[in-house]
């Protein structure tokens, strides 16, 4: 089995061009659906524990709106894209067709539903574009849709990989909108098992 | 943040005198786990995101899970001079913030964190003398090593002190 904390790099560069390959395919998808030019950063790979995570994505107390994945087959992982609420707003109300609702009212019914599809698109999109590239075949579950604080999404999430390791792997995009305003951020977590089938493919495992 | 604050990140434990404040933010299906020595004024707080060790890969993180920490809590609050025949417990979070059609009980993992912390506290013969536990969103808290009181803060739900 791999070692996460002992990638050469080689692997992390190949892992990051995963990450650009799956990113790059999902935000042509969201540029398509929400009709705006979506631009993306390079992909950022990071390895840490537990307790640093939500530091890196906007502190444990920032609001989002998380749709999250589950990945089964091959490669197991989790895939998970954050959007700060108010962007969330406003992509629901571009693709309902409707102005933005207001801000102190929770979620309704159809801004859940759209928010789950277009996460459903973007993860088909990027695991495509895995596929692809890997031919690893992925594997991704029904999405679930949770509007909280990042550190409370992240205890859930972060479940399955607390069972195997102190560490967790991430590759992570950002998407923004032309002048650099930030829409959100799409997390790829590869299980150790995920990684060593991932390098394998790629012919990078030593 | 003021230097009498102190920030419990997930799968971490602290222990403190007051008048330190513990504070965990954004606990979802995690637990935060409150222990209070009242005559010495001392306090503990883990946030842990796993019931039970021995179900996991080897793990040198004694913080991340419920079995664990709890007897590493207690011990860090006895080099602080707690007793731990004084202690009571309060404890935080355990929702489940994802809503799967057909969860099993194992996906139910705050249901699971939250039972793995009462009885490991039965165990520990350590009361529990509140509760905020399930539901389906996400508390971060503050706990007052002065008095052992607990603020609870969510997004759409309000405060609450216990």
Not at chain 1, 121 to 145: D, E, K, Q, R
Not at chain 2, 130 to 155: E, H, M, P, V, W
């Amino acid at each position: 089995m791999v070692d996460m904390l002992n990638l050469n790099n080689l692997q992390l560069d190949a892992l990051k061009e995963v990450g650009n390959i799956g990113a790059g395919n999902a935000a042509t998808a969201l540029s398509k659906m929400i009709k705006t030019r979506i631009e993306m950063s390079v992909p950022d790979i990071m390895i840490l524990p537990f307790s640093r995570i939500a530091a890196t994505i906007g502190g444990p107390d920032a609001h989002v709106t998380a749709i999250y994945y589950t990945i089964k087959g091959q490669a197991p992982g989790t895939l998970l894209f954050l959007i700060p609420v108010i962007d969330a707003r406003k992509i629901a109300g571009v693709l309902l067709n409707k102005g933005v609702s207001d801000d102190q009212l929770p979620f309704d019914e159809m801004e859940c539903s759209a928010i789950r599809e277009l996460g459903n698109i973007m993860a088909g999109s990027f695991l495509n574009a895995l596929n692809m590239f890997t031919s690893i075949h992925f594997v991704p579950t029904v999405p679930a849709l949770c509007i909280d604080m990042v550190g409370a999404i992240l205890g859930s999430v972060l479940t399955n990989l607390g069972m195997v390791s102190d560490y967790v792997l991430f590759i992570k995009t950002e998407f923004k909108y032309q002048g650099n305003h930030a829409l959100g951020n799409l997390y790829f977590l590869p299980e150790a098992e995920a990684l060593q089938v991932i390098l394998n493919s790629l012919g990078v495992n030593n | 943040m003021s230097k009498n604050r102190l920030n419990i990140d997930i799968a971490e434990y602290k222990a403190a005198r007051h008048p330190t404040e513990l504070v965990a933010i954004g606990l979802g299906s995690c637990v935060g786990i409150c222990l209070y020595d009242p005559v010495a004024r001392i306090g503990g707080l883990a946030h842990v995101m796993l019931p039970d060790s021995t179900q996991a890969t080897l793990s040198n993180n004694k913080g991340k899970f419920v079995d664990t920490a709890i007897p590493a809590l207690i011990a860090e609050m006895s080099k602080l001079g707690a007793d731990r025949s004084r202690l009571v417990a309060k404890i935080v979070g355990g929702a489940e913030m994802f809503n799967f059609a057909n969860a099993s009980d194992f996906m139910r993992i705050g249901k699971r964190n939250v039972e793995a912390t009462i009885a490991a506290l039965k165990t520990e013969k350590i009361p529990v003398i509140a509760q905020d536990t399930g539901k389906n969103y996400g508390r971060s808290i503050r706990f007052c090593t002065n008095d052992g009181k607990l603020y609870i803060k969510s997004i759409n739900h309000g405060e609450k002190i216990m």
